[in-house]
């Protein structure tokens, strides 16, 4: 009995500390920059629909299919290499944190130029009152009226 007790926790022991098989790469990989590329712009077309909804048009087009056309991918490919990536948890999150930065980056950059088209507008005087009965007054002498 107790040389089965050892044998199993040995067994145990083993099997615990075997290494993992990794997923095989697929024939077809996509490299690892055009991935990132692939959910950065996937990502920007999912929020993009939400912001159009209204224009019938553009809920016609499905985003992964456009990707697909975009980097001559098909789904099998992209599936494929997203289950090879994702079995590297490290290396997945290190690309989704790519895609992370580049989104905040274009957001940031959005929001200053947003800021800085709102103090144009700002800048702009509203015409006074007395400014405009002036021009109305030159405008009707120069008429004739």
Not at 108 to 135: C, G, N, Y
């Amino acid at each position: 009995m107790k040389k089965g007790i050892l044998f199993f926790a040995l067994l145990v022991s083993f099997v615990g500390c075997r290494k993992e098989e990794t997923v095989k790469a697929p024939k077809k990989l996509i490299d690892k920059a055009v991935m990132v590329n692939v959910f950065y712009d996937l990502a920007l077309l999912e929020a993009s629909k939400y912001q159009m909804m209204s224009k019938t048009e553009y809920q016609k087009i499905s985003p992964k299919e456009f990707i697909f056309k975009k980097y001559k991918i098909d789904s099998a490919q992209f599936s494929q290499s997203n289950i090879y990536y994702a079995s590297s948890i490290e290396e997945y999150k290190a690309m989704f944190e790519q895609v992370q930065k580049r989104l905040q980056t274009n957001s940031d950059k959005m929001d200053t130029i947003i800021k800085q088209k709102q103090k144009k507008l700002k800048k702009v005087t509203p015409v006074s009152p007395e400014s405009r009965a002036e021009v109305t007054k030159q405008m009707n002498n120069l008429l004739g009226s």
